[in-house]
């Protein structure tokens, strides 16, 4: 089961299930009783679709009969017995879905209460889940009586606009009269006319850059009548409002016949039997969109570079990512190895011989996506975070350590003398093969004396390969507050150690680098003189600002 509790009003959790990183995410909002609805459309449209999921809500705890229409309000005082069938009905209700969430890992489960004036609450907190724990480029909204075309949508998406602008795609209701009275009564939105808005039985498309800003802040978005005008007004009253591109598709329509193959959004009213008389034949085009993929080397902190920058460079370029095969004796199996994933299938068939090689190994080399529309297959070490920034939160989401990893850094970093400082800063010493390479320099004590006096009132351990160097520096040994951690431990143990910690001393190498991005607001130091400028393997390969994070901090 996985989580995700952003805030007060935001719970959310989904089964396991092998989720890979599609383009889209088709997020269908389902009332809590729609059991049916939801299995007609997981043996119809959404069968071999690991990318659909069903929105639910919680359980209003005033019984129908005496709410305010449309809404949890109190109308009057429901008898205590009313109240008490009532709760048990909920409890009920609860439980059945946890068996529907175990045995299907498709629900999206939110703290928001299932009745009609908390859909646009219940939307915009599933952005927020999809955001975090998918890398999709598109998000699709969707009910239970409606119909999508999954492949078809994502392969017209991907190919006719761009993700990483603000576009809404659907039935764009334009001059719309505001209602102030009935199921759509609109009390709160003063103007006569709403601005463009998606109709919400048709559906609606939104890419990243829409639902990133919605997620963002929905803690202030005064959410109005209903989910499809609360996603116009918002955008309306955004920074982005001169920038969105609203797209009427004559793929949409709302009068659903789902047996018409030139339509891929279909609604609504479609019950269960009729989605099954759709889909008595198959009948989706479905168009597999280029795959990218990257050749392992190096290690850890390499591959995670690898895999994360390829991700990036293959949203970027509205390809599918795969995992690329061995190279070299290396494995990308190293990251399945380390942590939870997700993470994408291995490439089927045989590699492309056609290669894209970087421009340099710690610069972001823009030209690198024009590249992969004639060589798909990825080569180098890509070590800039810019390659992957766009879509940081479902890498970060990917590289969550094991549990057995994390219990295991936890219990080490509370060990060691001093253990009275609230605060701890992790020092990672990389020596070994790069003091013989020389295209590094490794730092002076200077530095380190530098680097530990930034940080009063905190307690240092020291992790590094070479220990016995590490007890002969009289800046580690004579320091009461550092600790040096002896060897014997995992690698991804010791990146997490670096991940729990509240400030991080960097030397050499990408293993500590990936340490200090995963401690999440961490104080990160670095070495500015730690690329030999002057050495063949970095001139003109290298830029301090692709490689080090912004805010880090260079010291020399």
């Known amino acids: 089961m996985v989580s995700f509790c952003a805030s007060a009003c935001l719970c959310v959790a989904v089964g396991a299930r092998s989720a890979l990183p599609d383009a889209t995410a088709v997020l269908v909002l389902s009332r809590r009783g729609a059991i049916a609805r939801r299995t007609a459309i997981r043996e119809t449209w959404a069968r071999d679709h690991s990318n659909v999921y069903f929105v639910v809500g919680a359980c209003c705890s005033v019984p129908p009969p005496f709410r305010v229409a449309w809404t949890?309000?109190?109308?009057?005082?429901?008898?205590?017995?009313?109240?008490?069938?009532?709760?048990?009905?909920?409890?009920?209700?609860?439980?059945?879905?946890?068996?529907?969430?175990t045995e299907n890992g498709d629900l999206i489960r939110v703290d928001e209460v299932d009745v009609y004036r908390r859909l646009p609450q219940k939307l915009s907190s599933a952005y927020a889940w999809a955001l975090q724990h998918t890398g999709a480029s598109w998000f699709v909204k969707t009910d239970d009586d409606s119909v999508v075309r999954v492949g078809t949508l994502q392969h017209y998406l991907t190919s006719s606009y761009n993700a990483r602008t603000p576009v809404v795609v659907g039935h764009i209701s334009k001059g719309w009269g505001v209602h102030r009275g009935g199921k759509w009564a609109e009390l709160t939105y003063a103007k006569p006319t709403y601005p463009n808005f998606p109709l919400g039985s048709h559906g609606h498309c939104v890419s990243r850059v829409v639902a990133s800003y919605i997620a963002a802040h929905r803690a202030t978005l005064f959410n109005y009548q209903g989910e499809d005008v609360s996603v116009g007004i918002w955008l309306d009253e955004s920074p982005m409002r001169d920038q969105i591109q609203w797209v009427t598709s004559k793929h949409v329509a709302n009068h659903g016949n789902c047996k018409d193959k030139t339509l891929w959004m279909i609604g609504h009213d479609i019950d269960a039997s009729a989605m099954r008389a759709c889909f008595e034949h198959a009948d989706e085009i479905s168009v597999a969109p280029a795959a990218v993929s990257v050749k392992p080397l190096g290690r850890l902190g390499?591959?995670?570079?690898?895999?994360?920058?390829?991700?990036?460079?293959?949203?970027?370029?509205?390809?599918?990512?795969?995992?690329g095969g061995d190279h070299s004796g290396f494995s990308f199996t190293t990251l399945r190895a380390a942590f939870v994933g997700p993470f994408p299938p291995g490439c089927a068939g045989a590699s492309s011989p056609l290669v894209s090689s970087e421009a340099g190994y710690a610069l972001h080399d823009a030209n690198i996506v024009n590249a992969l529309r004639s060589s798909p297959v990825l080569s180098g070490y890509f070590q800039s975070w810019r390659y992957f920034d766009a879509v940081s939160l479902f890498v970060r989401s990917q590289f969550t350590f094991k549990p057995a990893t994390m219990a295991q850094a936890r219990?080490?970093?509370?060990?060691?003398?001093?253990?009275?400082?609230?605060?701890?800063?992790g020092i990672h010493v990389r020596r070994g093969d790069y003091l013989r390479y020389k295209y590094l320099n490794f730092p002076p004590a200077s530095y380190f004396e530098a680097a530990i006096a930034m940080f009063p009132n905190h307690r240092f351990v020291v992790l590094s390969e070479d220990v016995e160097w590490c007890k002969q520096q009289p800046h580690f040994v004579n320091n009461p507050t550092v600790a040096i951690l002896p060897v014997g431990r995992s690698g991804p143990v010791d990146m997490a150690i670096l991940s729990l910690c509240d400030g991080i001393i960097l030397t050499l190498g990408s293993f500590g680098w990936w340490g200090a991005w995963l401690a999440a607001g961490a104080r990160v130091v670095y070495y500015s003189n730690v690329f030999n400028l002057d050495h063949p393997t970095n001139t003109g390969k290298v830029s301090y600002e692709d490689h080090f994070m912004p805010g880090w901090t260079a010291v020399a």
């Open 302 to 323: 390499n591959l995670m570079f690898e895999h994360a920058s390829a991700y990036g460079i293959s949203q970027t370029a509205n390809f599918s990512f795969c995992m």
């Open 72 to 101: 949890c309000d109190r109308a009057a005082v429901p008898p205590p017995t009313d109240m008490l069938d009532w709760a048990a009905k909920c409890r009920a209700a609860d439980d059945q879905l946890t068996r529907e969430q």
């Open 411 to 425: 219990s080490t970093i509370a060990a060691p003398p001093g253990r009275g400082h609230a605060r701890i800063v």
